[in-house]
């Protein structure tokens, strides 16, 4: 299935067409759950056919190629063909990306690069994180969210009251939500 990376990324005011992209890979891993073949490819900007081949007011160069990498005719051909061939449950060349493809996005990308550098679900795309300074992942394992999670992975090697675990259990994911959110206030468990 072709996709849009507006499903992975999101861009202002495209909201239901990023949703829509978004359930094609949903769509593609319930598929593969169900034995049945699917893959879909999150097409990022596509440069020798389409829409931006066919723009004359300048859109392609309105991309930072540092950050979106263009795909040519060519190479659209061949990550379409490497997606039907993830598609065999026999010859699966790489079972983490058996059921969605994510084109077009540098990697790794530079640490100058708004917003996405302060958005912790892309932080895996930037090389050298935690040796910037001010980058979202520059703490060392001390903020709210690390130290729960360290003192629930301890709870279950250590005798422990019913109390400190339910407190652990619902530390970690508040944590983690407000990290992911981009919270600075802790969220309120309740």
């Known amino acids: ?35 049945l073949r699917a893959n879909s490819v999150d097409l990022g900007m596509i440069v020798d056919i389409g829409h931006i081949a066919d723009d004359e007011t300048g859109l392609e160069d309105k991309f930072d190629k540092t950050r979106w990498i263009p795909v040519n005719e060519t190479m659209l051909r061949r990550i379409l063909t490497y997606s039907i061939m993830l598609q065999d449950p026999n010859a699966q060349l790489n079972k983490d990306s058996s059921t969605q493809l994510v084109t077009g996005i540098a990697y790794p990308l530079s640490h100058d690069e708004e917003p996405l550098v302060y958005d912790a679900r892309f932080s895996y795309l930037y090389a050298s994180c935690s040796s910037k300074q001010g980058a979202p992942d520059s703490s060392d394992g001390n903020d709210k969210g690390d130290q729960a999670l360290r003192t629930f992975q301890v709870i279950p090697k250590s005798d422990t009251d019913t109390a400190t675990l339910v407190k652990a259990c619902v530390e970690v994911p508040s944590g983690q939500f407000a990290k992911i959110l981009q919270l600075s206030d802790e969220v309120e468990a309740g």
């Open 1 to 35: 299935m072709l996709s849009s990376i507006s499903g992975v990324v999101g861009r202002k005011g495209q909201a239901n067409y990023a949703a829509a992209n978004t359930f094609l890979d949903a769509f593609a891993s319930y598929r593969q759950s169900q034995s």
